[in-house]
Nanobody, 124 residues
Framework: QVQLVESGGGLVQAGGSLRLSCAAS????????MGWFRQAPGAEREFVAG????????SYADAVEGRFTIFRDNAKTTVNLQMNRLKTHDTVVYYC?????????????????WGHGTQDAASS
């Protein structure tokens, strides 16, 4: 089992940047593929970005492609989401997730463990 704790949310002006971090503890972090999801009030939780165990494969939602970057540090057992050129609709709760399988990043149901979320806000 792995425990995930997100941090780094906050308030920033639209067009600014934030970095979210997810610290993992428990079983070997490098054995998990990782993902970031986000959820607006009343909406489904949606895929943002995913990264493979070794970090050599990444995947992004169209809405964040070119603005967000996911990267991990297996030695520090963290996965990060660098968010640039933030838009007001990026103002949602972000969740970190871990999965044992290597069958893609997008499906929420494919993840085994979830953090509790962190809120970011981009003001116009």
């Amino acid at each position: 089992q792995v425990q995930l704790v997100e941090s780094g949310g906050g308030l920033v002006q639209a067009g600014g940047s934030l970095r979210l971090s997810c610290a993992a503890s428990g079983r070997t972090f490098s054995s998990y593929n990782m993902g970031w999801f986000r959820q607006a009030p009343g909406a489904e939780r949606e895929f943002v970005a995913g990264i493979s165990r070794s970090g050599d494969i990444t995947s992004y939602a169209d809405a964040v492609e070119g603005r967000f970057t996911i990267f991990r540090d297996n030695a520090k057992t963290t996965v990060n989401l660098q968010m640039n050129r933030l838009k007001t609709h990026d103002t949602v709760v972000y969740y970190c997730a871990a999965k044992n399988t290597a069958d893609g990043f997008v499906l929420r149901s494919g993840y085994d463990y979830w953090g509790h979320g962190t809120q970011d806000a981009a003001s116009s």
